[in-house]
T-cell receptor, first 116, second 116 residues
Protein backbone atom coordinates (compact mmCIF):
# COMPACT_ATOMS: atom_id res chain seq x y z
CA UNK A 1 0.00 0.00 0.00
CA UNK A 2 1.07 3.56 -0.60
CA UNK A 3 1.13 5.80 2.44
CA UNK A 4 2.61 9.10 3.55
CA UNK A 5 2.98 9.99 7.20
CA UNK A 6 3.59 13.45 8.55
CA UNK A 7 3.79 12.81 12.25
CA UNK A 8 3.98 16.46 13.24
CA UNK A 9 0.44 17.81 13.23
CA UNK A 10 1.39 21.31 14.33
CA UNK A 11 4.64 23.17 14.83
CA UNK A 12 5.02 26.64 16.26
CA UNK A 13 8.31 28.53 16.28
CA UNK A 14 9.52 32.07 16.65
CA UNK A 15 10.59 33.97 13.56
CA UNK A 16 14.19 33.37 12.41
CA UNK A 17 14.32 29.89 13.92
CA UNK A 18 15.07 26.93 11.67
CA UNK A 19 12.35 24.31 11.42
CA UNK A 20 12.22 20.83 9.90
CA UNK A 21 9.04 19.14 8.72
CA UNK A 22 9.20 15.36 8.64
CA UNK A 23 7.77 13.11 5.96
CA UNK A 24 7.94 9.33 5.90
CA UNK A 25 6.48 7.32 3.05
CA UNK A 26 5.67 3.70 2.29
CA UNK A 27 5.72 2.14 -1.14
CA UNK A 28 6.92 -1.07 -2.74
CA UNK A 29 7.59 0.68 -6.01
CA UNK A 30 11.15 1.25 -7.12
CA UNK A 31 10.17 4.22 -9.23
CA UNK A 32 8.16 6.98 -7.69
CA UNK A 33 8.10 10.72 -7.17
CA UNK A 34 7.79 12.76 -4.02
CA UNK A 35 6.40 16.26 -3.71
CA UNK A 36 5.94 19.02 -1.19
CA UNK A 37 3.05 21.46 -1.41
CA UNK A 38 2.27 24.52 0.68
CA UNK A 39 -1.26 25.58 1.60
CA UNK A 40 -1.26 29.15 2.93
CA UNK A 41 -4.26 30.56 4.84
CA UNK A 42 -5.80 31.65 1.55
CA UNK A 43 -6.35 27.96 0.78
CA UNK A 44 -4.66 27.25 -2.53
CA UNK A 45 -2.09 24.46 -2.89
CA UNK A 46 1.28 25.70 -4.07
CA UNK A 47 3.86 23.34 -5.55
CA UNK A 48 7.28 23.55 -3.89
CA UNK A 49 9.43 20.65 -5.08
CA UNK A 50 9.46 17.35 -6.94
CA UNK A 51 12.04 14.60 -6.36
CA UNK A 52 12.36 11.22 -8.07
CA UNK A 53 13.28 8.02 -6.29
CA UNK A 54 16.66 7.73 -8.04
CA UNK A 55 17.97 11.12 -7.06
CA UNK A 56 19.10 11.29 -3.45
CA UNK A 57 20.91 14.57 -3.73
CA UNK A 58 19.75 17.16 -1.28
CA UNK A 59 18.26 20.27 -2.78
CA UNK A 60 18.39 23.84 -1.62
CA UNK A 61 16.27 26.72 -2.85
CA UNK A 62 16.89 29.90 -0.94
CA UNK A 63 15.80 29.33 2.64
CA UNK A 64 14.25 25.97 1.75
CA UNK A 65 16.08 22.67 1.67
CA UNK A 66 15.02 19.09 1.27
CA UNK A 67 16.69 15.92 2.52
CA UNK A 68 15.72 12.71 0.74
CA UNK A 69 16.91 9.45 2.29
CA UNK A 70 15.73 6.35 0.53
CA UNK A 71 17.18 4.08 3.22
CA UNK A 72 14.77 5.50 5.77
CA UNK A 73 11.97 6.36 3.32
CA UNK A 74 12.04 9.96 4.39
CA UNK A 75 11.80 13.25 2.55
CA UNK A 76 12.20 16.01 5.10
CA UNK A 77 11.81 19.72 4.51
CA UNK A 78 13.77 22.40 6.35
CA UNK A 79 13.08 26.11 6.43
CA UNK A 80 16.05 28.16 7.52
CA UNK A 81 15.55 31.54 9.22
CA UNK A 82 11.79 31.17 9.15
CA UNK A 83 9.54 34.13 8.42
CA UNK A 84 5.94 34.89 9.28
CA UNK A 85 5.00 34.41 5.61
CA UNK A 86 6.07 30.78 5.91
CA UNK A 87 3.05 30.13 8.10
CA UNK A 88 0.96 27.55 6.27
CA UNK A 89 0.02 23.90 6.14
CA UNK A 90 2.64 21.85 4.36
CA UNK A 91 1.83 18.59 2.62
CA UNK A 92 4.15 15.84 1.53
CA UNK A 93 2.85 13.66 -1.31
CA UNK A 94 3.82 10.46 -3.10
CA UNK A 95 3.16 9.68 -6.76
CA UNK A 96 3.48 5.91 -7.02
CA UNK A 97 3.93 3.82 -10.15
CA UNK A 98 0.56 3.20 -11.72
CA UNK A 99 0.69 2.76 -15.45
CA UNK A 100 -0.84 5.74 -17.17
CA UNK A 101 -2.25 7.18 -14.00
CA UNK A 102 -1.05 9.75 -11.54
CA UNK A 103 -2.79 9.85 -8.21
CA UNK A 104 -1.04 11.78 -5.50
CA UNK A 105 -1.15 10.23 -2.05
CA UNK A 106 -0.95 13.01 0.51
CA UNK A 107 0.12 13.04 4.12
CA UNK A 108 -2.14 14.63 6.69
CA UNK A 109 -0.17 17.86 6.60
CA UNK A 110 1.81 19.84 9.15
CA UNK A 111 0.46 23.20 10.27
CA UNK A 112 3.41 25.54 10.70
CA UNK A 113 2.98 28.78 12.62
CA UNK A 114 5.77 31.31 12.66
CA UNK A 115 5.34 33.82 15.45
CA UNK A 116 6.86 37.31 15.18
CA UNK B 1 -1.17 31.87 -9.76
CA UNK B 2 -0.93 28.27 -11.03
CA UNK B 3 -2.88 28.92 -14.23
CA UNK B 4 -5.61 26.47 -13.22
CA UNK B 5 -8.99 28.13 -12.75
CA UNK B 6 -11.96 26.86 -10.81
CA UNK B 7 -15.48 28.18 -10.52
CA UNK B 8 -17.31 28.93 -8.39
CA UNK B 9 -15.07 29.82 -5.48
CA UNK B 10 -17.80 29.18 -2.94
CA UNK B 11 -20.99 27.16 -3.17
CA UNK B 12 -23.68 26.81 -0.53
CA UNK B 13 -26.50 24.38 -1.10
CA UNK B 14 -28.91 22.08 0.68
CA UNK B 15 -28.91 18.36 1.24
CA UNK B 16 -30.30 16.35 -1.65
CA UNK B 17 -29.30 18.93 -4.24
CA UNK B 18 -26.95 18.59 -7.21
CA UNK B 19 -24.07 20.91 -8.06
CA UNK B 20 -21.46 21.21 -10.80
CA UNK B 21 -17.92 22.38 -10.22
CA UNK B 22 -15.91 23.61 -13.16
CA UNK B 23 -12.19 23.54 -13.86
CA UNK B 24 -10.02 24.91 -16.67
CA UNK B 25 -6.52 23.44 -16.82
CA UNK B 26 -3.31 25.28 -17.56
CA UNK B 27 -2.76 25.95 -21.22
CA UNK B 28 -1.22 22.86 -22.81
CA UNK B 29 -2.05 20.47 -19.99
CA UNK B 30 -3.89 17.34 -21.02
CA UNK B 31 -4.63 15.79 -17.65
CA UNK B 32 -7.11 17.02 -15.09
CA UNK B 33 -7.42 15.66 -11.57
CA UNK B 34 -10.01 16.19 -8.86
CA UNK B 35 -9.26 16.02 -5.15
CA UNK B 36 -11.40 16.47 -2.07
CA UNK B 37 -10.05 18.05 1.10
CA UNK B 38 -12.07 17.50 4.25
CA UNK B 39 -11.20 17.76 7.92
CA UNK B 40 -11.65 14.07 8.62
CA UNK B 41 -10.29 12.55 5.39
CA UNK B 42 -7.60 15.03 4.47
CA UNK B 43 -6.66 15.39 0.79
CA UNK B 44 -8.08 12.52 -1.22
CA UNK B 45 -7.72 11.79 -4.91
CA UNK B 46 -11.06 11.41 -6.65
CA UNK B 47 -10.50 10.97 -10.38
CA UNK B 48 -8.15 11.71 -13.29
CA UNK B 49 -9.00 12.48 -16.90
CA UNK B 50 -6.49 12.49 -19.70
CA UNK B 51 -7.40 14.09 -23.00
CA UNK B 52 -11.09 13.42 -22.50
CA UNK B 53 -10.84 9.90 -21.15
CA UNK B 54 -11.03 8.65 -17.60
CA UNK B 55 -7.58 7.46 -16.55
CA UNK B 56 -7.76 6.68 -12.85
CA UNK B 57 -10.31 6.56 -10.08
CA UNK B 58 -9.82 6.98 -6.39
CA UNK B 59 -12.31 7.02 -3.55
CA UNK B 60 -15.02 8.70 -5.56
CA UNK B 61 -18.59 8.11 -4.49
CA UNK B 62 -21.13 6.80 -6.98
CA UNK B 63 -23.10 10.00 -6.45
CA UNK B 64 -20.16 11.90 -7.93
CA UNK B 65 -19.21 11.94 -11.58
CA UNK B 66 -16.86 13.90 -13.78
CA UNK B 67 -16.07 14.49 -17.40
CA UNK B 68 -13.49 16.26 -19.50
CA UNK B 69 -14.67 18.09 -22.59
CA UNK B 70 -12.96 18.48 -26.01
CA UNK B 71 -11.61 21.89 -24.97
CA UNK B 72 -10.05 20.05 -21.98
CA UNK B 73 -12.03 21.79 -19.28
CA UNK B 74 -13.57 19.46 -16.73
CA UNK B 75 -16.66 19.35 -14.60
CA UNK B 76 -17.27 17.48 -11.36
CA UNK B 77 -20.91 16.72 -10.69
CA UNK B 78 -22.03 16.01 -7.15
CA UNK B 79 -25.58 14.79 -6.64
CA UNK B 80 -27.86 13.82 -3.73
CA UNK B 81 -25.63 15.93 -1.55
CA UNK B 82 -25.14 15.06 2.08
CA UNK B 83 -23.76 17.10 4.97
CA UNK B 84 -20.56 15.06 4.81
CA UNK B 85 -19.87 16.23 1.27
CA UNK B 86 -18.98 19.67 2.59
CA UNK B 87 -15.34 20.11 1.67
CA UNK B 88 -12.84 21.98 -0.43
CA UNK B 89 -12.67 20.50 -3.92
CA UNK B 90 -9.49 21.00 -5.85
CA UNK B 91 -8.80 20.58 -9.49
CA UNK B 92 -5.24 20.08 -10.69
CA UNK B 93 -3.69 19.72 -14.11
CA UNK B 94 -0.49 18.43 -15.60
CA UNK B 95 1.06 18.03 -19.03
CA UNK B 96 0.96 14.26 -18.60
CA UNK B 97 1.73 13.19 -22.12
CA UNK B 98 1.78 9.41 -21.94
CA UNK B 99 1.17 9.37 -18.21
CA UNK B 100 4.51 10.62 -16.98
CA UNK B 101 5.03 10.02 -13.28
CA UNK B 102 7.31 13.00 -13.07
CA UNK B 103 4.69 15.48 -14.16
CA UNK B 104 3.91 18.00 -11.51
CA UNK B 105 0.27 18.59 -10.73
CA UNK B 106 -0.59 22.26 -10.43
CA UNK B 107 -3.62 23.02 -8.34
CA UNK B 108 -6.40 25.51 -8.78
CA UNK B 109 -7.68 27.70 -5.94
CA UNK B 110 -10.42 25.24 -5.04
CA UNK B 111 -14.20 25.38 -4.65
CA UNK B 112 -15.48 25.41 -1.10
CA UNK B 113 -18.74 23.48 -0.95
CA UNK B 114 -21.00 23.86 2.05
CA UNK B 115 -24.01 21.58 2.32
CA UNK B 116 -26.63 22.74 4.82
Amino acid sequence: AQKVTQAQTEISVVEKEDVTLDCVYETRDTTYYLFWYKQPPSGELVFLIRRNSFDEQNEISGRYSWNFQKSTSSFNFTITASQVVDSAVYFCALNPTIQGAQKLVFGQGTRLTINP
Amino acid sequence: DSGVTQTPKHLITATGQRVTLRCSPRSGDLSVYWYQQSLDQGLQFLIQYYNGEERAKGNILERFSAQQFPDLHSELNLSSLELGDSALYFCASSVSRGGQLKDTQYFGPGTRLTVL
